[in-house]
């Protein structure tokens, strides 16, 4: 099926290079990086994770997104969403490629990532969450492969594949989990030490995941011959609108547990973030243009009236995406670092090479992400004709 | 009976070296599966089952006041070949000072005693008892000895920094870019680091294996700094803390930081 990814249009081929362009430059960074440090971030002793781990935590959410097609076609059996499975599956493969690259980048040693295998740890979290995702990749690669190909042939699916879809589920929350619990287990670090952290990791993930596949499934309605359905559109959007809700829902918890108990430890990152503390506030525009954002956006999902409206969802469903983003990848990971464990405000802003290896991976992620579309879209067109 | 790689750097306080000949030595005893007899420390080693450290904060305050005092630092820094960046962004520090509120800051109060209020006390690795670095660790490149020492290899060390995240008390310091040449006079007894790794206080393991105290202990002039074995209670740091009242830093946080303060 490889060779349907090489036949393409001019738009094809021009976003190909596009993307090419942009790993192209991120690679350039990334050796600079490699031969002088991470020092060329704008990482520093009391922020010690940046750009990339927030990066790493947020696209873990939209791999694990993907069992939201998946559960409901395979275990309720739900047709709509039997034309979309196979992107959802791509969109996951995609997303935890990119996932590996960040952990990748932030390593002050990366050549020696496989000491993680070689000395394993079951005590350390990261050991963990190595595991799982790999193993998610490799689920999902299986899956996602082996039903297009059969979709090609005309043919069912075999049947020792399901044991591995059913598998795919769980597997989805608990790389999410995982990843939750690197953070939800450190001692001191009041913003993550908070157990519905794997919890509103998996709702932010929900109404983020199904929200960049609406986006695509528009994309390639408009770009291609395939229609992935208005049904199958209408329920990820009701899906968006359920989990970005909880999301909100379990942020308010948040905020209630920290100022009402009045603990100053666990006020001051929150604190930090939403007003600024001791005159630092770098965060402030972007919490507020997050919380902005998921207003507008649960306004326009709650009202079935605007919903149903694809132009209207379009834009609720970016912001979501946006507002979960800033909240998860900026927010909450840097936020958790501030104030440092001394009670000092330090700050931590990304600098361009790092903003550079940032947009890099992701730019590698769309290329896998097109690929794949490309194929599943060209079996489907095919296999519709 | 066996003995790999890591426990003869356990044992011997060798973790520490492995930077220079202490890696090639273990890797060429241990190649294979050469059996060796038990090993044992050093001649001369100190040898304790448990290590803390006591701060008599009162004689330490008295000297910084008195002449901006930093021998501690200073001579740490020198012996463990730490490097000096001049700038906050890159900053690795093993022991330094900061003041009362900011070290303790749960034990702070709006009256607390003018002798305390913005007072410089010191922070070092607290070589936990009971180490969160140690427990995320992807690795085992952080790890605590049996006498509770917490150390670092840092030849297996990815740079991952959860260790970073993990630590409640700002202890460690990442390479974020090659320290040897902001290092001056790299002493040869002791490894330079690579970029890319983690590292903090050792509690000096590898001066302990010769029979030295820790580099801070001997450097402070009036002896405000009490090293010793916590399991031995003829020791000094058990006589000094059974006889003043002495503070952890973030007791609650059941980490059982072994750096005690006498206030
Ligand atoms: S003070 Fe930090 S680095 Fe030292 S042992 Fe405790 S947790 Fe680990
Ligand atoms: S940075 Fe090194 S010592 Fe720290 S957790 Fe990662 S591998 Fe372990």
Redesign the interface.
Known sequence: MIDKALIGGRKYYGLIAVLLGVIGVGVLCYLWQFFYGLGITGLSRDVSWGLYIAQFTFLVGVAASAVMVVLPYYLHDYKAFGKITVLGEFLAIASVAMCMLFIFVDMGQPLRVLNVLLHPTPNSVMFWDFMVLTGYLLLNLVIGWISLDCERKGVAPPKWIKPFIYLSIPWAVSIHTVTAFLYAGLPGRHLWLTAILAARFIASAFASGPSLLIILCLIVRKTTRFDPGKEAIQTLAKIVTYAMSLNVFFLGLEFFTAFYSQIPGHMHPLVYLYAGLEGHGALIPWMWTSTALAAIALILLVNPGTRKNENILAFAVVAVFFSTWIDKGMGLVVGGFIPNPLEHVVEYTPTLPEVMITLGVWAIGFLILTVLFKIAVTVKEEAAS | MGVNRRDFLKITGLGTLVGVGGKAAADLVFKGQVEAQEARPNEGALVGKRWAMVVDTKKCIEKIHKDGCKDCSIACHTVHNVPDFGN?????KWIWQ?TF???C?NQHHPFTSESLEGAPFL?LCNHCDNP?CV???????TFQRDDGIVLMDFH???????C???????S???????PRPFVQNAREDFPTR?????EKCNFCAERLAEGKPPACVEACKVKALIFGDLEDPHSEVREVLHEHYSLRR?PE???MPQIYYIV
């Open positions: 906050p962004k890159d900053e690795i900061d509120e900011h070290i800051p922070a969160p427990r995320v660790c992807p690795t085992g490149a297996r060390c990815i740079g991952c920094r959860f970073m995240a993990g630590c409640p008390y700002g460690r310091s990442f390479n974020w870019r090659d690579m970029r890319g790794v983690v973030k946080l059941g980490t």
